[in-house]
């Protein structure tokens, strides 16, 4: 964190002024030959301060498991920190489409992403943030987070401006979940 703020002090080109709110996430079949996809996926940085921006990458609930109506739960899941991106969680543990074999033995190496069969969003949507400030892809100027307190305020400040870009999922039922932080 402090080498990332020093840069970004010395340096305030290093990031985006306007990162994108929201946009669709599609791979090359060189990297998802392996999978079959029944959802949309969808990430981007959401405003949490004036000068901060929390990432997050979205999978829709499964379509051949779910039948995506009302009653299928939003999931929140965070692996917080100090230093801990969620995208850990999305890509190895509990995210529908996970690294596994993608580096083993040249026998096995596909270099190609691989369905979870247990994916969280066979169950809901789940949503993966990368907080507090400065963890992972999330990013800022302002002050780094110093409390349980502060990051609880950024989550929900996050959850407010997500909810705007996602209005169709804000009166689902709720479910946040996570490790570490």
């Given at each position: 964190e402090r080498e990332l703020r020093a840069r970004t002090?010395?340096?305030?080109?290093?990031?985006?002024?306007a990162p994108v709110a929201k946009g669709q996430v599609t791979f090359p079949e060189s990297l998802?030959?392996?999978?079959?996809?029944?959802?949309d996926m969808f990430s981007g940085y959401v405003n949490v301060t004036e000068q901060d921006?929390?990432?997050?990458?979205?999978?829709?609930a499964d379509n051949k498991t779910t039948d995506g109506g009302d009653?299928?739960?939003?999931?929140?899941?965070?692996?917080?920190?100090?230093?801990?991106s969620a995208m850990e969680g999305a890509t190895t543990e509990n995210g529908p489409l996970v690294l596994y074999?993608?580096?083993?033995?040249?026998?096995?190496?596909?270099?190609?992403?691989s369905n979870n069969p247990y994916a969280?969003?066979?169950?809901?949507?789940?949503l993966y943030v990368d907080q507090p400030k400065y963890v992972g892809n999330s990013f800022g100027y302002g002050?780094?987070?110093h409390s349980s307190e502060e990051a609880g305020e950024d989550i929900v400040t996050f959850l407010q401006g997500w909810y705007s870009l996602f209005p169709q999922h804000a009166d689902r039922k709720l479910v946040i979940s996570g490790e570490s932080y």
């Amino acid at each position: 964190e402090r080498e990332l703020r020093a840069r970004t002090a010395a340096d305030p080109t290093t990031y985006c002024d306007a990162p994108v709110a929201k946009g669709q996430v599609t791979f090359p079949e060189s990297l998802a030959g392996r999978t079959t996809q029944n959802f949309d996926m969808f990430s981007g940085y959401v405003n949490v301060t004036e000068q901060d921006w929390l990432f997050y990458w979205f999978f829709e609930a499964d379509n051949k498991t779910t039948d995506g109506g009302d009653d299928v739960p939003l999931i929140v899941w965070t692996n917080g920190g100090p230093g801990c991106s969620a995208m850990e969680g999305a890509t190895t543990e509990n995210g529908p489409l996970v690294l596994y074999r993608i580096k083993e033995s040249y026998d096995l190496a596909t270099g190609q992403l691989s369905n979870n069969p247990y994916a969280w969003n066979t169950k809901g949507h789940v949503l993966y943030v990368d907080q507090p400030k400065y963890v992972g892809n999330s990013f800022g100027y302002g002050e780094a987070c110093h409390s349980s307190e502060e990051a609880g305020e950024d989550i929900v400040t996050f959850l407010q401006g997500w909810y705007s870009l996602f209005p169709q999922h804000a009166d689902r039922k709720l479910v946040i979940s996570g490790e570490s932080y």
